[in-house]
């Protein structure tokens, strides 16, 4: 299994970029795949997710009402909307998809179930300037 994000770069506060993850492998279907973010000095956060099954998404409370997180289904892939960006956001974004050991996991969605299988993409950087 391959993941490859893209579509970061540097945009001015206020600006949007939507950011691609493309996941290959032989017959692969994930449980759920999402976002985290690094800045540099801090913590990882985990931004945005969605299931598979249901296409239920969750958001953190930083980003709430300005991200978006979507699938297409044939393509595999996965999309961050980034709206009315602002120099907080800025941060190497990872994409990340996963398949759950335990059943019971299936619908953790706040965060990368513990039981998961974890794969990760290579990162693209987010630069919002002021």
């Known amino acids: 299994v391959t993941v490859t994000d893209s579509g970061g770069g540097v945009v001015q506060t206020g600006g949007s970029l939507r950011l691609s993850c493309a996941i290959s492998?032989?017959?692969?279907?994930?449980?759920?795949m999402g976002w985290v973010r690094q800045a540099p000095g801090k913590e990882r956060e985990f931004v945005a997710s969605?299931?598979?099954?249901?296409?239920?998404?969750h958001y953190s409370d930083s980003v709430q009402g300005r991200f978006t997180i979507s699938r297409d289904n044939a393509q595999n892939t996965v999309y961050l909307q980034m709206n009315d960006l602002r120099v907080v956001d800025t941060a190497v974004y990872y994409c990340t998809a996963w398949q759950v050991q335990a059943p019971w996991e299936k619908d953790v969605l706040a965060t990368i179930p513990p039981s998961a299988n974890v794969w990760w993409g290579q990162g693209t950087q987010v630069t919002v300037s002021s």
């Open positions: 969605i299931l598979w099954n249901t296409d239920s998404t």
């Open positions: 492998g032989r017959a692969f279907i994930p449980d759920g």
